[in-house]
């Protein structure tokens, strides 16, 4: 089974590389300056919310909210900002409002056991409404036009690198360490492969499933304060878009089965090359959106029917049924 996902890592990381040069020699501007700042910001993003989406696949389930708590904790910082409160305090109300909203969903998903997919499905319209209804005056909340502490993290970069692209790597980093040196994030794996041997072995599944949703939801403000930062405002709105499919095609494509415990952080970076350059090139091309979604839509399927080969449900999870 290990050798079928190293070959799967290593087709989808091939295709990228031809689809990356089939892209520079067909596409005029594919490798302008503009253009590689922009692929560079959309694969940061799409991975950063792709490793918090892949702790909760891990871990046997999934977040439909994700993006919503990317936009509106993100606004929520801009705005407290705006309003003339500190850096720590703006973040710490993001970050807690996160925080909140991924422990009430994890919640109902632990002890009252309902489906993720309709548990984080509601709860990312309910934060979007609070967001667009009650919280901010309009849908797209500015950086403060005064404060540029955050502004480096969309435009800076160190030694050339762009701190966007180190802000993956760390979190790159910090989420293999967590994932594969801890022995939280090696309970995450047991019970997401097979909860009911984890809770037989004195693994307390409920708080884990806690755990990595709220870990989710930390990732995803990361992402938020990203794209804040590199194009100066929030735009709420951003929950109403299909990213949060991408971030999903970015797991499955790269290898992370759906049915819990398997994959890492290797295939969420295959996964957002891949996904980031044929979204960049598909933009090129001017495709319009209905088309790209159509294209991805297939893409998406096949990198199901191909988990459910290489992953098949097993008589246990068969009994819970789907995520």
């Not at 160190?158 to 040196?181: D, E, K, N, S």
Request: hydrophobic residues 55%; neutral net charge; aromatic residues 6%.
């Amino acid at each position: 089974m290990q050798r079928i996902k190293l070959d799967q890592q290593l087709i989808v990381f091939g295709i990228f590389v031809l689809l990356f040069g089939v892209f520079s020699v067909s596409l005029p501007g594919f490798l302008s300056a503009q253009n590689v700042i922009n692929l560079v910001r959309n694969v940061s993003v799409l991975g950063i919310l792709g490793l918090g989406m892949a702790i909760v696949v891990i871990g046997r389930g999934i977040d439909l909210s994700i993006i919503a708590v990317l936009a509106v904790p993100s606004a929520v910082v801009l705005k407290l900002l705006g309003d003339g409160h500190g850096l720590l305090i703006s973040l710490a109300a993001g970050f807690g409002l996160a925080a909140l909203t991924a422990t009430i969903s994890a919640l109902l998903i632990a002890y009252a056991e309902i489906p993720p997919l309709f548990v984080t499905l509601a709860m990312g319209i309910i934060l979007s409404g609070i967001g667009q209804s009650g919280i901010f005056n309009y849908e797209i909340v500015e950086m403060p036009s005064n404060f540029t502490t955050l502004d480096f993290l969309g435009h800076g970069d160190l030694f050339g690198i762009p701190y966007m692209v180190l802000t993956l790597m760390a979190c790159v980093v910090i989420v293999w360490a967590f994932m594969r040196q801890t022995r939280l994030g090696t309970f995450i794996y047991a019970a997401g492969d097979n909860p009911l041997t984890a809770r037989t072995s004195g693994i307390s599944t409920r708080p884990l499933v806690i755990l990595q949703y709220v870990l989710a939801a930390i990732i995803a403000v990361v992402a938020g304060l990203v794209i804040s930062s590199s194009v100066g405002n929030m735009n709420t709105r951003i929950f109403n878009s299909n990213m949060v499919y991408d971030v999903i095609l970015v797991v499955v494509l790269g290898g992370i089965g759906l049915s819990g415990g398997r994959g890492g952080v290797l295939n969420v970076v295959v996964g957002t090359l891949l996904m980031g350059t044929l979204v960049n090139g598909m933009t090129i091309m001017s495709l319009s959106t209905t088309v790209q979604d159509l294209i991805k839509g297939f893409i998406l399927l096949i990198a199901i029917l191909i988990d459910t080969v290489v992953n098949p449900r097993n008589e246990e999870t068969a009994q819970q049924g789907d995520i």
